[in-house]
C-alpha cells in the first residue's frame, strides 16, 4: 500500500483545512487508516481514526468536535476535515494504514505517507 497525504498549508487561527490519504496499490477495505501528528520537538501523536469497512472512527480529545475523519470508496480516500483550527494545531500531518484493529498507538501502523505541513497562525 501506498500512501499520498495532502492539503497542508497555513491558515489562521479559527480557519478549516482538509487532509486527503489516497492509496495505491491496494483497496483500503481491510485495513484502519489513522492520522497522526508530530510538532517540532514533540513526539508523534495520534488524531483520528477510521475503520474502512464499518466507517466507525476515533478521536483524540484534543480534535473532538473540531475534526472530522472520512472516506470516499471510489476514490480510495481518507479525508480528515479540520475546523476551528488552534497554534496548537500546527505539525506534520501522516495519515497511515493497518490491517486489524482500530489503535490509537502509532508504532502498531504498517504503511506511511509523506506528511503534510499544516500551520495555525495566532
Known amino acids: 500500500v501506498q500512501l499520498q497525504a495532502c492539503g497542508g498549508g497555513l491558515v489562521q487561527t479559527g480557519g478549516s483545512l482538509r487532509l486527503s490519504c489516497a492509496a495505491s496499490?491496494?483497496?483500503?477495505?481491510?485495513?484502519?487508516v489513522g492520522w497522526f501528528r508530530q510538532a517540532p520537538g514533540k513526539e508523534c501523536e495520534f488524531v483520528a481514526a477510521?475503520?474502512?469497512?464499518?466507517?466507525?472512527?476515533r478521536y483524540a480529545d484534543s480534535v473532538k468536535g473540531r475534526f472530522t475523519i472520512s472516506r470516499d470508496n471510489a476514490k480510495n480516500t481518507v479525508y480528515l476535515q479540520m475546523n476551528s483550527l488552534k497554534p496548537e494545531d500546527t505539525a506534520v500531518y501522516y495519515c497511515?494504514?493497518?490491517?486489524?484493529?482500530?489503535?490509537?498507538?502509532?508504532?502498531?501502523?504498517?504503511?506511511w505517507g509523506q506528511g503534510t505541513l499544516v500551520t495555525v497562525s495566532s
Open positions: 477510521i475503520r474502512w469497512n464499518l466507517g466507525s472512527t
Open positions: 497511515a494504514a493497518v490491517q486489524g484493529l482500530m489503535m490509537s498507538n502509532w508504532h502498531g501502523y504498517e504503511y
Open positions: 496499490g491496494r483497496s483500503f477495505s481491510s485495513y484502519v
